[in-house]
């Protein structure tokens, strides 16, 4: 058994969530859902959704596990059609988007790779084809290789690492502003890294400075358009990524070293998702969002 925290609940009932975990690494990124052990969380049973993107269209890049497969989770019961984009993890983004369904949401997944700017007017396209809008783009995929020097930082990996967490940003920013209304919105996924950094993670954390960057000067740029942008920076979130990134040991204490002394499970992180695409946050654009637990708040 696992150590565990009571923390989800209505009176006695409750879920028991682990706040350590056992030692595991798989082979390569991102990494597959189907394969940890324990499962992340994707989904709060006692959500109550209140319609927040009922009619709105929803595309979110790495939606087949981790945060991407909560958010989806979390879009689908607040109304929206959800598309997610995944590399090849084919059995877990047929598990998310078959819960998306249940949940009576319309969708589809696309597996390719975010890295080729025709992947991203693809998507955009069949979205539009397909629901007739494109209302909120969650760019999410992402690529975190652990490297605790520069000195054997290659020049593939550090083009890899861009590619996949910011150009893609870019990609799919510009595919989809097109297709877009006012009150559209696009939700980056940043990083407590961005503000904290991280000594393992140079080439991530680099890149996760960008995501902030970025969604500070598109937002500028949309602004006029009605078109808002902002990002939400987690802290250490228990998801496939993470258990593909550390040594296997590490994943022991991954987490512990927060104030709550535990890592997040990955429906904790997507509310903040949800508000940001909603009208909710209609006068709100060009801001991060910081979940988690007060590592670093940032600015």
Not at 207 to 235: C, E, H, M
Request: aromatic fraction near 10%.
């Amino acid at each position: 058994m696992y150590p565990v925290y009571t923390y989800i609940g209505k009176e006695t009932k409750c879920e028991d969530v682990p706040i350590a975990f056992p030692p595991q690494q798989q082979p390569r990124q991102p990494g597959f859902e189907s394969a940890m052990a324990p499962r992340p969380i994707a989904e709060n049973p006692y959500y109550t959704a209140s319609g927040k993107l009922r009619g709105k269209t929803a595309i979110v890049t790495g939606g087949d596990s981790g945060i991407g497969r909560a958010v989806a989770y979390a879009f689908a019961k607040e109304g929206a059609n959800v598309v997610i984009v995944y590399l090849d993890e084919r059995d877990d983004a047929e598990e998310t988007m078959r819960r998306v369904r249940e949940l009576g949401a319309g969708g589809f997944a696309v597996a390719g790779d975010v890295r080729r700017s025709s992947l991203a007017s693809e998507v955009a396209a069949r979205t539009m084809q397909t629901f007739g809008s494109v209302d909120v783009l969650v760019n999410n995929a992402a690529f975190q290789p652990y490297q605790p020097t520069i000195l054997s930082l290659s020049d593939e990996q550090l083009e890899a690492t861009f590619r996949t967490n910011i150009f893609a940003y870019f990609y799919f920013a510009r595919a989809v502003v097109p297709y877009m209304k006012r009150g559209s919105a696009i939700v980056n996924t940043a990083s407590v890294v961005a503000y904290a950094g991280n000594k393992d993670l140079l080439d991530y954390a680099a890149t996760k400075g960008a995501n902030v960057t970025f969604t500070r000067s598109l937002a500028l740029q949309l602004a006029d358009y009605g078109i808002r942008v902002n990002a939400v920076a987690p802290g250490p979130v228990w998801t496939p990524l993470a258990a593909a990134t550390f040594p296997a040991e590490r994943m022991k204490q991954f987490g512990t070293d927060t104030p709550m002394r535990r890592a997040a499970q990955p429906y904790e992180i997507a509310p903040a998702y949800v508000f940001l695409a909603s009208d909710d946050a209609s006068y709100v654009t060009g801001q991060t969002l910081h979940v988690n637990v007060g590592l670093q708040t940032g600015s």
